[in-house]
């Protein structure tokens, strides 16, 4: 659901756009996730930030894989790859549920 549908690779990959670096591929994944959440064109991946948030802030901890580097033993060398732009968006989520869930209870208390 959340994967990057642009990539620098010319074989063996299953994204759509092909562009000419890996940087250029999380940059476009970064804007398309962007327009897709904010612009209502959703295709689930909204709701699936929305239930990984969730899933955070029950469980404390969540893993995000993606193929292009090890996030348990990150090397230096690494570049950004689109698992950074879910987290990214995943905390900037949490913040948001936080804020709305803060001011819910504002309202709700009596005068």
């Given at each position: 659901m959340l994967g990057n549908p642009f990539t620098?690779?010319?074989?063996?990959?299953?994204?759509?756009?092909?562009?000419?670096?890996?940087?250029?591929?999380?940059?476009?994944?970064?804007?398309?996730?962007?327009?897709?959440?904010?612009?209502?064109?959703?295709?689930?991946?909204?709701?699936?930030?929305?239930?990984?948030?969730?899933?955070?802030?029950?469980?404390?901890?969540?893993?995000?894989s993606c193929w292009c580097k090890d996030e348990l033993a990150p090397r230096p060398s690494d570049h950004v790859c689109h698992a950074d732009v879910l987290r990214r968006e995943i905390y900037r989520l949490l913040r948001t549920i936080g804020y709305f869930k803060t001011l819910a209870h504002i309202w709700q208390k009596p005068q």
């Open positions: 620098h690779l010319t074989k063996n990959t299953k994204a759509m756009y092909i562009v000419p670096t890996v940087e250029d591929a999380v940059k476009q994944y970064d804007n398309h996730l962007m327009k897709s959440v904010s612009t209502g064109r959703d295709n689930g991946e909204f709701n699936e930030l929305l239930r990984l948030a969730e899933l955070y802030q029950r469980e404390g901890v969540l893993y995000l």
